[in-house]
């Protein structure tokens, strides 16, 4: 089912994917159950990346040259309208990262369809593109939803950790992402919140 071995052209050694997860209020809004977020600071600080950072980031890669791939909760894609073609027209891949960046494991196969379906209508009807590429919220993924990935025609996944380089999983390519390497693990902070889980599809 898996083939280990990663061929590179040209004889290259090495290659280099630099991704963002745009995570702006979806994660609260998953952790809240969808009410409203009773107090500021939190939601302030996912909105500063919106407002500042995003736009200094993408400002750093122009000047390098880089062109990254973007995984965008569809709620913060309704929420922050033209993020989305801002990321296009610069050049940069855009990708799904579900809806409120909702841990799939905890939904049922049919919820995750409803997500999946969704979130290919809204990139469709803001952007005009059909994602190719997708990166499970907290980076977990159901066998269900994996198959369901292939048949609306999606050719990479980043979700997943079975080998240090790119490899396919039932058919499916898959870039494996790192704990180690994502930033949130090491400059993340926030309060503690009341769970709630989980809340209704889109």
């Known amino acids: 089912m898996t083939e280990a ?11 280099f994917l ?4 745009i995570d702006v209020e979806s994660p609260l809004s998953w952790r809240l159950g969808g009410e409203a977020a009773s107090a500021l600071g939190e939601l302030e600080q996912r909105r500063f990346g919106m407002r500042q950072g995003l ?9 390098h040259g880089v062109r990254a ?3 965008v909760p569809t709620a913060d894609a309704e929420r922050h309208q033209g993020a989305l073609v801002a990321l296009v027209d610069a050049g940069h891949e855009v990708g799904l990262h579900g809806h409120h960046r909702e841990r799939v494991d905890a939904l049922d196969a049919a919820t995750n369809t409803v997500i999946l379906d969704h979130s290919l209508a809204v990139f469709e009807a803001q952007a005009g593109v059909a994602p190719r590429v997708y990166r499970s919220p907290a980076w977990e993924l159901t066998p269900e939803l994996h198959a369901l990935l292939r048949e609306r ?8 950790m079975g080998y240090d380089h790119p490899y396919t999983l039932g058919g499916l390519t898959e870039i494996p992402v790192e704990w180690l390497t994502d930033d949130a693990v090491h400059l993340r902070f926030r309060a503690p919140w009341r769970e709630k889980w989980p809340p209704s599809a889109p």
Do not use: N, T
């Open 5 to 15: 071995r990663c061929e590179r052209p040209d004889g290259k050694r090495s290659a």
């Open 18 to 21: 630099f991704s963002i997860d």
């Open 55 to 63: 736009p200094r980031l993408l400002g750093l890669l122009r000047e």
């Open 69 to 71: 791939s973007c995984f």
């Open 153 to 160: 025609g999606l050719v990479y996944d980043s979700s997943l």
